[in-house]
């Protein structure tokens, strides 16, 4: 499956930015989405999950101030941010992986065979 990130940006720290990622086949009961985030030096982190029922988990570094939905109709996956900080600067991925993946916690990504090539979220201080 082909995943394309788009929603990135530059802003201040504050602000808030939706994350998009569209998925050109039908991902409806087929995976596990996820978001991840890698910043320069640091390992891959996982954000959050969805899975085909609506059901979401979130690492705790951004609970309380993302947001990860799906558009099942559009095969679309987004991540609202909101209060971003200037630690959330990281290029970051969509991925799409087994359903049972969205039954453990947010990690770094392994298993998750499907990624989107990344979009930069920058957040100045």
């Known amino acids: 499956v082909q995943l394309v990130e788009s929603g990135g940006g530059s802003v201040q720290a504050g602000g808030s930015l939706r994350l998009s990622c569209a998925a050109f086949r039908d991902t409806y009961g087929r995976y596990c989405m996820g978001w991840f985030r890698q910043a320069p030096g640091k390992e891959r982190e996982g954000i959050a999950h969805?899975?085909?029922?609506?059901?979401?988990s979130y690492a705790d570094s951004v609970k309380g101030r993302f947001t990860i939905s799906q558009d099942n109709a559009k095969n679309t996956v987004y991540l609202q941010m909101n209060s971003l900080k200037p630690e959330d600067t990281a290029m970051y991925y969509c991925?799409?992986?087994?359903?049972?993946?969205?039954?453990?916690?947010?990690?770094?990504?392994?298993?998750?065979?499907?990624w989107g090539q990344g979009t930069q979220v920058t957040v100045s201080s």
């Open positions: 969805i899975a085909n029922d609506g059901s979401t």
């Open positions: 991925a799409a992986g087994p359903p049972p993946l969205c039954t453990v916690v947010v990690g770094r990504g392994l298993g998750f065979g499907y």
